[in-house]
């Protein structure tokens, strides 16, 4: 690394000098990876995933209005929305084999990245679910819950969380505290209403 670095003194060269110098650095992979995971490998803007679209990283404030590469101020975006729908779109522009190759491996890799955490989403969502079939129903790890309740709690799940879907349990149980059906039918009824903002 060099000792020191004298910018050019005349401002509006400097300042597109340390543009290009610091600011136009690539995002290293890892970053880019990190950007991705946090937005559930999904376009911050259109909401498109892998394998749609390939991903890129987008600066919320541009680079050229001072925005930096700190994750903060990245967002996963599809290719159409980043260059928004432009007519110079990257894919018009002919790869050479090696652009080629290193696009389908990134693609690939997105798509992993993307399943992984659909994966890690359901992984959490089925623990959940025993967690709450235990609430409504004592003996549920035991006997096993029907099919439909399952279907309900999961959905139930995924529309408020864990913490009011537990929540709406508890207020079941306390009505019905022996569990079971009844207990089941009032906790969906809790939920509806939690749904529809009542
Ligand atoms: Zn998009």
Known sequence: ?????????????????????????????KVRFEV???????????????PKVILQVDHIVPVSGGGNNSIDNLVT????????????????????????????????????????????RDDRIESELWEVAQMIEPMALEKGIPRDWAKSIRYFLEQLGLYDAKYAAEIARAKFPYGGKKTFLYFCGVCHRKIRGE
């Open 36 to 50: 991705f995971k946090r937005d559930g490998f999904t376009c911050a803007y259109c909401g498109a995933t892998p």
């Open 1 to 29: 690394m060099p000792k020191s670095v004298t910018p050019p003194p005349a401002d509006g060269f400097y300042q597109r000098w340390k543009l290009e110098v610091f600011m136009r650095k690539p995002l290293s992979k």
């Open 77 to 120: 975006s599809c290719q159409p929305c980043n260059i928004g729908k432009g007519k110079n779109s990257l894919t018009s522009i002919p790869e050479s084999l090696q652009e080629k190759a290193l696009r389908i491996k990134e693609q690939e890799e997105q798509l992993q990245g993307f399943y992984k955490i659909l994966k890690e």
